[in-house]
C-alpha cells in the first residue's frame, strides 16, 4: 500500500458538474498539502492542513474547496469549474508542517470540458 | 524573480553513463534547504535527495548525488549509471527559513527538466 493515495487517478468533468478528489496517507503525518501542476508551469502550492486545521489558502478561488476531516484525508471539492483548471491535482503529507520531506501521491490528471 | 530555475527542458543521456541536472536557486535566507523530486508519467512525485544550507559535504543517496557550490547558488543533480527507469521530469525545489512563520514551509518548485534515457 503506497504511502499517499490518491482518488480517481483521472477525472473528466463538466463546468457545471460538482466533483470531489480524495487523498489518503498512511504515514501518520500531521500535515496536508494540494498542489496543482499545469502544463509547463512549476508546482502551485493550493491549501496547506496542519493537525486538520488549514493553515493556509494561497489565494484559491473559491470554486475549490478543501476539506480535511482528520490527519489522514483530505478531500477538494470542485464546482462549477473552467477549462484552464484542467490540471494534475497532486495531494502530499509531511511529518510536520514545514519541515522534512514531502511525500506525494500520483495525483489527479483532471480535464474540464 | 524565479527563485528556482532549472535551464534545461529536456536532457538526453546514454544508458549506463552519468548525467547533470542543472538548478540555480535564489534566496537571501541563510538557512534552506533545497530538494530534488522525480515524476514518472505516473504523475506521483518521488523524492529524491535533501541538502540544507549548513550541511558540510554534498548529499548523497545512492546513484544520485548533489552539487551544491552554495556561492555559486546551485544545486545541480548528479545521476550515475542510468538506466533506462531514469526517464522522467526532475524538479529541483527550496524551502526557505526555519519552517516557522507564514509561508516559510513551502516547497518553491522549479519547471523541471524533461530526462530521457537512450538504450
Request: aromatic share 10%; glycine share 8%.
Amino acid at each position: 500500500e503506497t504511502g499517499v493515495t490518491q482518488t480517481p487517478r483521472h477525472l473528466v468533468m463538466g463546468m457545471t458538474n460538482k466533483k470531489s478528489l480524495k487523498c489518503e496517507q498512511h504515514l501518520g503525518h500531521n500535515a496536508m498539502y494540494w498542489y496543482k501542476q499545469s502544463a509547463k508551469k512549476p508546482l502551485e502550492l493550493m491549501f496547506v492542513y496542519n493537525f486538520k486545521e488549514q493553515t493556509e489558502n494561497n489565494s484559491v478561488p473559491s470554486r475549490f474547496s478543501p476539506e480535511c476531516p482528520n490527519s489522514s484525508h483530505l478531500f477538494l471539492h470542485l464546482h462549477t469549474l473552467q477549462p484552464e483548471d484542467s490540471a494534475l491535482y497532486l495531494c502530499a503529507s509531511s511529518q510536520v508542517m514545514g519541515q522534512g520531506t514531502l511525500h506525494f501521491g500520483n495525483g489527479t490528471r483532471l480535464t474540464v470540458t | 524573480a524565479q527563485k528556482i530555475t532549472q535551464t534545461q527542458p529536456g536532457m538526453f543521456v546514454q544508458e549506463k553513463e552519468a548525467v547533470t541536472l542543472d538548478c540555480t536557486y535564489d534566496t537571501s535566507d541563510p538557512s534552506y534547504g533545497l530538494f530534488w523530486y522525480k515524476q514518472p508519467s505516473s504523475g506521483e512525485m518521488i523524492f529524491l535527495i535533501y541538502q540544507g544550507s549548513y550541511d558540510q559535504q554534498n548529499a548523497t543517496e545512492g546513484r544520485y548525488s548533489l552539487n551544491f557550490q552554495k556561492a555559486r547558488k546551485s544545486a545541480n543533480l548528479v545521476i550515475s549509471a542510468s538506466q533506462l527507469g531514469d526517464s522522467a521530469m526532475y524538479f529541483c525545489a527550496m524551502r526557505e527559513g526555519q519552517g516557522s512563520g507564514a509561508g516559510s514551509y513551502q516547497l518553491t518548485f522549479g519547471k523541471g527538466t524533461k530526462l530521457s534515457v537512450i538504450p
